[in-house]
């Protein structure tokens, strides 16, 4: 019953459906974050205030964790190559040390909030907060569901199936780096 | 119903599996016809609660503290409540559900020759998001304090504190349900874009495709390109509302015209992306009934575009009085302006199209015909409101509110009525009945302007909208005949849609069979069997095209109709 | 598929590392225009060589990147439209007051780092470091960044809320003091401070200049300020008459 359509292989611009489709969920991806970030800058250039705030951030941390998801779209881009030549098992394995970079960025952001929590800079202490919280919590939540849907490739990759999805989970996933490429000087260096 | 599609799946079909129980068929399939089915009904069904909260406030506002029929008294905050859910579900699940998800699951693939969406299961997701978000704005009618009241543009402080807005619980929920209804609509519209992008018949090239699968994908990107930056507005609401953030409290450096920004910047788009549906529908409808071809294929959709794209750049004229700068109300004035040179564009074609055609005026038709000319009147209307300094007098009066209903009208209802009433012999195998249809027609077109032209006039005289009792007022108060009026004429209209049900009953029950191209129409659909089986056609007979949509009275050709996909020896 | 092409993925990686390295390195040169090139230049680079190279935008189809731009053009449209309304504290014929007393309020520098980097006092362009100022106003902005985590930063108050008429320097040449008549008082004028006591001054800042009997022009600040901030603010119109 869920058979794939004819329709799905049929590709009028030249691009197959399935990395037509990535290209239009970063578009949509653009706009929110772009959105939320938007006015992160419009209210932190409004409030030159904010800047005791901005001190607290941890630069070195925020390097880390920019350096971890430098590393795992290498790994994912890697992955892609592996599987373009067919070889899903290579590409699962690429992929799976992706993942051990989304895992470490979580662990490292967990480490970092737990002590801003602990030193009392909570969601509601002041605007530059809630924006800090918010905006790197929604970069999480999409690097959480990143790390799950790349589990679900790669175990299929290794088995030789899907390979296609390979890149187009690694499309997404540089996405991912990318916004924390702005994230990175928003919060952490020209606060 | 949905029923006999799959019934005939079952023979038909060379992908047929092993027998479906009942449950699988509707509630799991991924056939884009029963999806479509699902949102349509689904739609539907929200078209009724929408309506009787309609009626629940009109009355109150007309017997202002009565007791209502089948309602009891309205209490102060129950009118805000009620004209709250009013507008968000008419809106999100209403319009957009049966104009984009519904048409558009069930025309796109038929209309470009395909077996079914590109991506079937996200489609299925997406209904069952969907779904999610209408149980949950249902649900908040029963919450503690009931439905959210803060008005469908949920402006903070007041939609932010609980304290203000007295709906607390209701108010979290309508942002949730909110938000979930604009992710079954990002996962469908990747689904409609893609599938038209790439999944065309062969030979169909990119000017074959009929006007109405452009308009709904067109307005699937701007969707898509619009929601953003409120989806992100919407998780900094909620956070305001649960967990005490101060994003838009201005006693603690928040900014509450940054809401107004991040809803409107969505918040005008998304009227045209519910105005490019129903026009498609429109179109479809005229050059089959008119048996003629549209007037100008190519001005058409590079106006559609034209509006898509200006229509990013009109959205402060919703804050005219909202405390912008003035030059910024300058700016908006004159591209709000503007943006009513590419809409007349659109409606003058299709005047043009039925200009020297053979007319036929079915039920359909008449619909088409319909929104044609309310719809003007809603644009004429609109002209004054954007235009700055007229609307800072006319603000929040029921001017504003005649005028959007004199356009949502035409497009949520008329639209509505005239895609249905025409693919209704596809969806289902069998004819409506054409007298009930028409007397439903009139006692709806009639009883709509008659709710409707009094309330220009009451905004006129200043009368604001989201008032509980009017007659607070003195210098209104001697207006309440014309509240009277515009409430009694929507009972009537309410009552005429009985006649719609009953013809649906009828037809349902012992309808006459539709055939495969009952209207004598040329695109794709119309050539596989009423209703289509699963896969649209047999594998091994998928449709070639060979011309463009709207061959009608072709010099070479008998028929005064040429289908997409006869070969070129047909004529 | 388009993507046959794979560039040297290591080479590119390596450059993206460095870039970073460059971008943490910035700050410590202290000077705010290169900050703001390594931090934001530097990310639309990497992010460019992202998104060419590893998404292989460069290898693929016009369509893509139509679509991308798209967004990215609308975001840009976003930004435009909304800064002058949110960013922006005063436009044509209105003042956003509370976000100019948020402004004005500060907020209190981290524990441990008193007399550390003193809270801005330039109400546009927020950069991460003050610009220079007379020496005397620099040793009242030391004084107050040492003072208690939730002084009264006047400096930024009155950057804020009184520069326009009495201009950045308080010698009564604010951009709108053209059109006011009498032209607001000018601080730098020690016949100035000879013609009034602390306790008038801070009635003024308060009350208005109606409540002194002077032009109504000069708005009350209660509703602001409260009296103690008021005298701390006298106290610091004073070092700008050095």
């Given at each position: 019953m869920s058979h794939r359509p004819m329709a799905t292989d049929r590709s009028a611009t030249g691009i197959p459906t399935g990395r037509l489709a990535v290209w239009w969920v970063l578009a949509s991806e653009i706009v929110i974050f772009g959105g939320l970030l938007a006015s992160y800058l419009m209210h932190r250039l409004g409030h030159p205030e904010w800047a005791n705030a901005t001190?607290?951030?941890?630069?070195?941390?925020?390097?880390?964790?920019?350096?971890?998801?430098?590393?795992?779209?290498?790994?994912?881009?890697?992955?892609?190559?592996?599987?373009?030549?067919?070889?899903?098992?290579?590409?699962?394995?690429?992929?799976?040390?992706?993942?051990?970079?989304?895992?470490?960025?979580?662990?490292?952001?967990?480490?970092?909030?737990?002590?801003?929590?602990?030193?009392?800079?909570?969601?509601?202490?002041?605007?530059?907060?809630?924006?800090?919280?918010?905006?790197?919590?929604?970069?999480?939540?999409?690097?959480?569901?990143?790390?799950?849907?790349?589990?679900?490739?790669?175990?299929?990759?290794?088995?030789?199936?899907?390979?296609?999805?390979?890149?187009?989970?690694?499309?997404?996933?540089?996405?991912?780096?990318?916004?924390?490429?702005?994230?990175f000087p928003l919060l952490y260096i020209a606060k | 119903m949905a029923h006999a599609a799959t019934a005939d799946a079952h023979d038909h079909s060379p992908h047929a599996h092993h027998e479906q129980s009942r449950l699988v068929k509707y509630l799991w399939s991924t056939d884009h016809k029963v999806i479509a089915m699902q949102y349509l009904f689904t739609g539907m069904f929200m078209a009724l609660v929408g309506?009787?909260?309609?009626?629940?406030?009109?009355?109150?506002?007309?017997?202002?503290?009565?007791?209502?029929?089948?309602?009891?008294?309205?209490?102060?905050?129950?009118?805000?409540?009620?004209?709250?859910?009013?507008?968000?579900?008419?809106?999100?699940?209403?319009?957009?559900?049966?104009?984009?998800?519904?048409?558009?699951?069930?025309?796109?693939?038929?209309?470009?020759?395909?077996?079914?969406?590109?991506?079937?299961?996200?489609?299925?997701?997406?209904?069952?998001?969907?779904?999610?978000?209408?149980?949950?704005?249902?649900?908040?009618?029963?919450?503690?304090?009931g439905a959210f009241g803060g008005a469908w543009t949920a402006y903070p402080p007041l939609s932010a504190q609980a304290q203000f807005n007295q709906t607390g619980p209701g108010a979290s929920m309508w942002v949730i349900a909110v938000a979930l209804e604009f992710v079954a609509f990002l996962l469908g519209g990747i689904n409609f874009i893609v599938t038209l992008m790439n999944a065309r018949a062969p030979g169909m090239k990119a000017f074959d495709i009929p006007l109405v699968c452009w308009m709904i994908v067109i307005a699937s990107i701007l969707f898509m390109l619009s929601v953003g930056p409120l989806i992100a507005g919407a998780g900094m609401l909620l956070f305001d509302q649960l967990v005490g953030t101060a994003f838009f409290d201005p006693a603690r450096g928040g900014d509450p015209v940054l809401w107004q920004h991040l809803f409107w910047f969505f918040g005008h788009p998304e009227v045209y992306v519910v105005l490019l549906p129903a026009v498609g529908f429109v179109i479809e409808i005229v050059a089959v009934f008119a048996r003629k071809k549209v007037f100008g294929y190519k001005t058409l959709l590079y106006t559609t575009v034209a509006i898509g794209v200006l229509s990013f750049f009109v959205w402060a004229h919703h804050q005219f009085v909202a405390g912008i700068d003035p030059r910024m109300a300058n700016i908006f004035t004159i591209t709000t302006l503007l943006i009513s040179i590419?809409?007349?564009?659109?409606?003058?074609?299709?005047?043009?199209?039925?200009?020297?055609?053979?007319?036929?005026?079915?039920?359909?038709?008449?619909?088409?015909?319909?929104?044609?000319?309310?719809?003007?009147?809603?644009?004429?209307?609109?002209?004054?409101?954007?235009?700055?300094?007229?609307?800072?007098?006319?603000?929040?009066?029921?001017?504003?509110?005649?005028?959007?209903?004199?356009?949502?009208?035409?497009?949520?209802?008329?639209?509505?009525?005239?895609?249905?009433?025409?693919?209704?012999?596809?969806?289902?195998?069998?004819?409506?009945?054409?007298?009930?249809?028409?007397?439903?027609?009139?006692?709806?077109?009639?009883?709509?302007?008659?709710?409707?032209?009094?309330?220009?006039?009451?905004?006129?005289?200043?009368?604001?909208?989201?008032?509980?009792?009017?007659?607070?007022?003195?210098?209104?108060?001697?207006?309440?005949?014309?509240?009277?009026?515009?409430?009694?004429?929507?009972?009537?209209?309410?009552?005429?849609?009985?006649?719609?049900?009953?013809?649906?009953?009828?037809?349902?029950?012992?309808?006459?069979?539709?055939?495969?191209?009952?209207?004598?129409?040329?695109?794709?659909?119309?050539?596989?069997?009423?209703?289509?089986?699963?896969?649209?056609?047999?594998?091994?007979?998928?449709?070639?095209?060979?011309?463009?949509?709207?061959?009608?009275?072709?010099?070479?050709?008998?028929?005064?109709?040429?289908?997409?996909?006869?070969?070129?020896?047909?004529? | 598929m388009a993507a046959s092409h794979h560039p040297n993925y290591k080479k590119i990686y390596l450059t993206l590392v460095i870039l970073l390295a460059i971008s943490v390195a910035g700050p410590f040169i202290g000077i705010k225009w290169v900050t703001i090139i390594t931090a934001f230049g530097i990310a639309f680079v990497k992010a460019n060589m992202v998104i060419q190279n590893f998404m292989h935008l460069k290898w693929e189809r016009r369509i893509a990147k139509y679509v991308l731009a798209a967004s990215g053009a609308l975001l840009l449209l976003f930004y435009y439209g909304v800064a002058p309304d949110v960013q922006a504290h005063r436009g044509q014929h209105w003042v956003n007051d509370d976000a100019l007393a948020a402004t004005a309020r500060g907020i209190p520098a981290?524990?441990?780092?008193?007399?550390?980097?003193?809270?801005?006092?330039?109400?546009?362009?927020?950069?991460?470091?003050?610009?220079?100022?007379?020496?005397?106003?620099?040793?009242?902005?030391?004084?107050?960044?040492?003072?208690?985590?939730?002084?009264?930063?006047?400096?930024?108050?009155?950057?804020?809320?009184?520069?326009?008429?009495?201009?950045?320097?308080?010698?009564?040449?604010?951009?709108?003091?053209?059109?006011?008549?009498?032209?607001?008082?000018?601080?730098?004028?020690?016949?100035?401070?000879?013609s009034r006591t602390d306790a008038v001054l801070i009635r003024t800042i308060q009350g208005g200049g109606a409540a002194v009997g002077k032009s109504a022009s000069m708005p009350a600040w209660s509703s602001l300020l409260s009296e103690a901030q008021a005298a701390d603010m006298v106290a610091y119109l004073k070092t700008l008459s050095h």
């Amino acid at each position: 019953m869920s058979h794939r359509p004819m329709a799905t292989d049929r590709s009028a611009t030249g691009i197959p459906t399935g990395r037509l489709a990535v290209w239009w969920v970063l578009a949509s991806e653009i706009v929110i974050f772009g959105g939320l970030l938007a006015s992160y800058l419009m209210h932190r250039l409004g409030h030159p205030e904010w800047a005791n705030a901005t001190a607290v951030t941890n630069t070195w941390i925020g390097a880390f964790n920019t350096l971890v998801l430098l590393s795992s779209s290498f790994t994912a881009v890697l992955g892609h190559q592996a599987a373009e030549k067919g070889d899903g098992r290579q590409a699962a394995r690429y992929l799976y040390m992706t993942m051990g970079g989304a895992a470490t960025f979580i662990l490292v952001k967990t480490y970092e909030w737990g002590h801003e929590i602990a030193a009392g800079y909570t969601i509601t202490s002041n605007g530059f907060w809630s924006f800090y919280y918010t905006a790197a919590g929604l970069h999480a939540l999409h690097v959480i569901a990143g790390a799950i849907i790349m589990g679900i490739v790669a175990r299929d990759a290794a088995r030789g199936r899907n390979l296609h999805r390979v890149e187009l989970i690694g499309i997404y996933w540089h996405f991912v780096d990318v916004v924390w490429i702005f994230l990175f000087p928003l919060l952490y260096i020209a606060k | 119903m949905a029923h006999a599609a799959t019934a005939d799946a079952h023979d038909h079909s060379p992908h047929a599996h092993h027998e479906q129980s009942r449950l699988v068929k509707y509630l799991w399939s991924t056939d884009h016809k029963v999806i479509a089915m699902q949102y349509l009904f689904t739609g539907m069904f929200m078209a009724l609660v929408g309506g009787v909260m309609a009626y629940a406030f009109r009355m109150q506002d007309a017997f202002p503290g009565s007791s209502i029929p089948g309602f009891g008294v309205v209490a102060p905050g129950e009118y805000n409540s009620l004209v709250t859910m009013h507008g968000s579900i008419m809106i999100f699940w209403v319009a957009m559900p049966v104009l984009i998800a519904a048409f558009g699951n069930f025309l796109i693939p038929l209309m470009i020759g395909a077996d079914d969406m590109v991506f079937p299961r996200i489609n299925r997701l997406s209904y069952q998001v969907f779904l999610l978000s209408v149980i949950v704005i249902l649900a908040s009618l029963f919450v503690p304090g009931g439905a959210f009241g803060g008005a469908w543009t949920a402006y903070p402080p007041l939609s932010a504190q609980a304290q203000f807005n007295q709906t607390g619980p209701g108010a979290s929920m309508w942002v949730i349900a909110v938000a979930l209804e604009f992710v079954a609509f990002l996962l469908g519209g990747i689904n409609f874009i893609v599938t038209l992008m790439n999944a065309r018949a062969p030979g169909m090239k990119a000017f074959d495709i009929p006007l109405v699968c452009w308009m709904i994908v067109i307005a699937s990107i701007l969707f898509m390109l619009s929601v953003g930056p409120l989806i992100a507005g919407a998780g900094m609401l909620l956070f305001d509302q649960l967990v005490g953030t101060a994003f838009f409290d201005p006693a603690r450096g928040g900014d509450p015209v940054l809401w107004q920004h991040l809803f409107w910047f969505f918040g005008h788009p998304e009227v045209y992306v519910v105005l490019l549906p129903a026009v498609g529908f429109v179109i479809e409808i005229v050059a089959v009934f008119a048996r003629k071809k549209v007037f100008g294929y190519k001005t058409l959709l590079y106006t559609t575009v034209a509006i898509g794209v200006l229509s990013f750049f009109v959205w402060a004229h919703h804050q005219f009085v909202a405390g912008i700068d003035p030059r910024m109300a300058n700016i908006f004035t004159i591209t709000t302006l503007l943006i009513s040179i590419p809409v007349a564009e659109l409606i003058l074609v299709i005047i043009a199209t039925l200009y020297g055609g053979s007319i036929r005026l079915t039920v359909p038709m008449l619909w088409a015909l319909a929104f044609v000319f309310e719809f003007m009147i809603g644009g004429v209307t609109g002209i004054y409101l954007g235009a700055s300094g007229a609307d800072v007098y006319l603000h929040d009066t029921f001017f504003v509110l005649a005028h959007f209903h004199y356009t949502f009208f035409p497009i949520a209802i008329i639209g509505n009525f005239a895609a249905f009433t025409f693919w209704f012999p596809k969806m289902f195998g069998k004819m409506l009945d054409e007298r009930l249809g028409k007397i439903h027609f009139w006692g709806t077109i009639v009883t709509f302007n008659a709710i409707f032209i009094p309330l220009f006039f009451l905004g006129l005289k200043g009368e604001h909208r989201r008032v509980y009792s009017h007659l607070n007022f003195p210098e209104l108060a001697g207006m309440q005949p014309l509240r009277v009026f515009a409430t009694a004429a929507l009972v009537v209209m309410l009552l005429f849609q009985l006649v719609f049900l009953y013809n649906l009953w009828k037809t349902f029950r012992k309808g006459p069979a539709a055939g495969k191209n009952p209207w004598q129409a040329n695109t794709l659909e119309w050539t596989t069997t009423s209703p289509p089986p699963h896969g649209n056609w047999p594998a091994d007979q998928m449709p070639k095209v060979y011309r463009g949509p709207y061959e009608y009275g072709h010099p070479d050709r008998a028929e005064d109709y040429w289908p997409q996909n006869l070969p070129p020896q047909s004529a | 598929m388009a993507a046959s092409h794979h560039p040297n993925y290591k080479k590119i990686y390596l450059t993206l590392v460095i870039l970073l390295a460059i971008s943490v390195a910035g700050p410590f040169i202290g000077i705010k225009w290169v900050t703001i090139i390594t931090a934001f230049g530097i990310a639309f680079v990497k992010a460019n060589m992202v998104i060419q190279n590893f998404m292989h935008l460069k290898w693929e189809r016009r369509i893509a990147k139509y679509v991308l731009a798209a967004s990215g053009a609308l975001l840009l449209l976003f930004y435009y439209g909304v800064a002058p309304d949110v960013q922006a504290h005063r436009g044509q014929h209105w003042v956003n007051d509370d976000a100019l007393a948020a402004t004005a309020r500060g907020i209190p520098a981290p524990h441990g780092s008193e007399g550390g980097e003193a809270a801005h006092d330039e109400p546009s362009g927020g950069g991460s470091d003050g610009s220079p100022a007379a020496p005397a106003a620099a040793a009242a902005a030391a004084a107050e960044s040492t003072a208690a985590p939730n002084a009264f930063n006047a400096r930024a108050a009155f950057a804020a809320n009184c520069s326009p008429c009495h201009g950045t320097g308080g010698r009564g040449d604010g951009v709108v003091a053209a059109a006011l008549n009498p032209r607001p008082a000018n601080f730098a004028d020690p016949a100035f401070w000879r013609s009034r006591t602390d306790a008038v001054l801070i009635r003024t800042i308060q009350g208005g200049g109606a409540a002194v009997g002077k032009s109504a022009s000069m708005p009350a600040w209660s509703s602001l300020l409260s009296e103690a901030q008021a005298a701390d603010m006298v106290a610091y119109l004073k070092t700008l008459s050095h």
